[in-house]
């Protein structure tokens, strides 16, 4: 098993406390392992810390793409890799499906299957390396670090039109918790989860049923705290024409930390699916705790990440991540 990034005793003590949570995990369930690669391919999970490492001193927001990847993979057939195919002359895959347009960081996962392939061929799974890889950039960015649950092997499909699956970000808080609870996740994994955004960035598109509301002649939703609505107004005019234009998730954006609860708690959550976690009296008190409390944030999300990661996958390895291998 790799070392681990995190270094304090408090890290440590993390650590120990997540390993625990996984085998517990584990144990309720299926052909996921904490020590599959051991012996076949050792260096597996100190090949893919590298491949993120390299990554994120060029870029940092590779974290960010990488993390919101992985949650795509594992919403849309669960976590078997199809989201990392390129469509074909045939059939059009989830990659380039409305919501995955704007995925990208996917040449991550690339250099770290062709520096695994060099290392130990055919034993490392794309759904694997991209659990691991999205738990790396946690790390890294200076959020939790969790023993990931190896041995989810590669689908052979992967459709565009199923990508509708993913929730959206007008979606309600009903909606939110109809996509979790169908996939066997709970309204803490909701809001532990969500608070993924605080690494990364939302184009206008995302956030512009919030600051032009037609029902308000034009205003901004009057849950927006004034001055922030201003901000983003003014990062995405009405006329805008810059494809890039948009706002980072939280203010802290290329940080993983407990930000994202407290901006939603001052008006400063960006999407409506932040928003949607004020409307209900449990996930309101999950915010506070969160916001109160980084350290039951890093706990909640690694454990939930763990049983997001555990969604049923695939059973092959691919050679290469874009392609299923040929029969
Ligand atoms: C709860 C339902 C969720 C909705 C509706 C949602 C929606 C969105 C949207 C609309 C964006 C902005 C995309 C853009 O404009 O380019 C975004 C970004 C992001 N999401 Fe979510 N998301 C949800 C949950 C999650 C979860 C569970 C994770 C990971 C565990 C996640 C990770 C991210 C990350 C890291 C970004 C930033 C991406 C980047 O900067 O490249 N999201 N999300």
Same mark, same amino acid.
């Given at each position: 098993?790799? *070392?681990?990034?995190?270094?304090?005793?408090?890290?440590?003590?993390?650590?120990?406390?997540?390993?625990?949570?996984?085998?517990?995990?584990?144990?309720?369930?299926?052909?996921?392992?904490?020590?599959?690669?051991?012996?076949?391919?050792?260096?597996?999970?100190?090949?893919?810390?590298?491949?993120?490492?390299?990554?994120?001193?060029?870029?940092?927001?590779?974290?960010?793409?990488?993390?919101?990847?992985?949650?795509?993979?594992?919403?849309?057939? +669960?976590?078997?890799?199809?989201?990392?195919?390129?469509?074909?002359?045939?059939?059009?895959?989830?990659?380039?499906?409305?919501?995955?347009? %704007?995925?990208? *960081?996917?040449?991550?996962?690339?250099?770290?299957?062709?520096?695994?392939?060099?290392?130990?061929?055919?034993?490392? %799974?794309?759904?694997?390396?991209?659990?691991?890889?999205?738990?790396?950039?946690?790390?890294?960015? +200076?959020?939790?670090?969790?023993?990931?649950?190896?041995?989810?092997?590669?689908?052979?499909?992967?459709?565009?039109?199923?990508?509708?699956?993913? /929730?959206?970000?007008?979606? =309600?808080?009903?909606?939110?918790?109809?996509?979790?609870?169908?996939?066997?996740?709970?309204?803490?994994?909701?809001?532990?989860?969500?608070?993924?955004?605080?690494?990364?960035?939302?184009?206008?598109?995302?956030?512009?049923?919030?600051?032009?509301?037609?029902?308000?002649? +034009?205003?901004?939703? /009057?849950?927006?705290?004034?001055?922030?609505?201003?901000?983003?107004?003014?990062?995405?005019?009405? !006329?805008?024409?810059?494809?890039?234009?948009?706002?980072?998730?939280?203010?802290?954006?290329?940080?993983?930390? !407990?930000?994202?609860?407290?901006?939603?708690?001052?008006?400063?959550?960006?999407?409506?699916?932040?928003?949607?976690?004020?409307?209900?009296?449990?996930?309101?008190?999950?915010?506070?705790?969160?916001?109160?409390?980084?350290?039951?944030?890093?706990?909640?999300?690694?454990? =939930?990440?763990?049983?997001?990661?555990?969604?049923?996958?695939?059973?092959?390895?691919?050679?290469?991540?874009?392609?299923? !291998?040929?029969?």
């Amino acid at each position: 098993m790799a *070392a681990p990034l995190a270094a304090s005793a408090e890290a440590a003590l993390l650590l120990l406390v997540l390993s625990v949570l996984a085998a517990v995990a584990l144990r309720c369930g299926d052909a996921l392992s904490l020590d599959l690669y051991d012996e076949s391919c050792p260096e597996a999970e100190a090949a893919v810390t590298v491949a993120v490492r390299q990554a994120m001193a060029n870029d940092r927001t590779v974290a960010a793409g990488l993390l919101r990847m992985h949650f795509h993979d594992c919403f849309v057939r +669960g976590c078997d890799g199809s989201v990392l195919l390129d469509s074909t002359a045939n059939v059009t895959a989830e990659k380039d499906g409305p919501p995955n347009v %704007s995925l990208h *960081a996917f040449y991550v996962i690339d250099n770290a299957k062709r520096a695994l392939e060099a290392l130990c061929p055919g034993v490392v %799974s794309c759904a694997d390396i991209l659990a691991l890889a999205a738990r790396d950039a946690v790390a890294l960015s +200076g959020g939790p670090w969790w023993v990931v649950a190896v041995g989810g092997g590669t689908g052979r499909l992967s459709l565009a039109n199923e990508t509708t699956a993913l /929730p959206g970000p007008t979606a =309600s808080f009903d909606q939110l918790k109809q996509a979790f609870h169908g996939r066997g996740l709970s309204t803490k994994d909701l809001v532990a989860l969500s608070g993924a955004h605080t690494l990364g960035f939302a184009h206008c598109s995302s956030f512009q049923n919030r600051i032009r509301v037609p029902a308000f002649q +034009g205003a901004a939703d /009057p849950s927006l705290s004034p001055s922030f609505a201003a901000a983003l107004r003014r990062a995405c005019p009405a !006329n805008n024409t810059v494809r890039a234009a948009g706002s980072g998730l939280d203010a802290t954006s290329a940080a993983f930390d !407990n930000t994202y609860y407290r901006m939603l708690q001052a008006g400063r959550g960006l999407l409506s699916s932040d928003e949607a976690l004020l409307t209900h009296p449990k996930t309101r008190a999950f915010v506070a705790l969160y916001a109160a409390s980084q350290e039951a944030f890093f706990r909640a999300f690694a454990k =939930s990440m763990l049983r997001m990661a555990a969604l049923n996958g695939g059973d092959e390895v691919r050679a290469n991540c874009r392609r299923v !291998n040929s029969s």
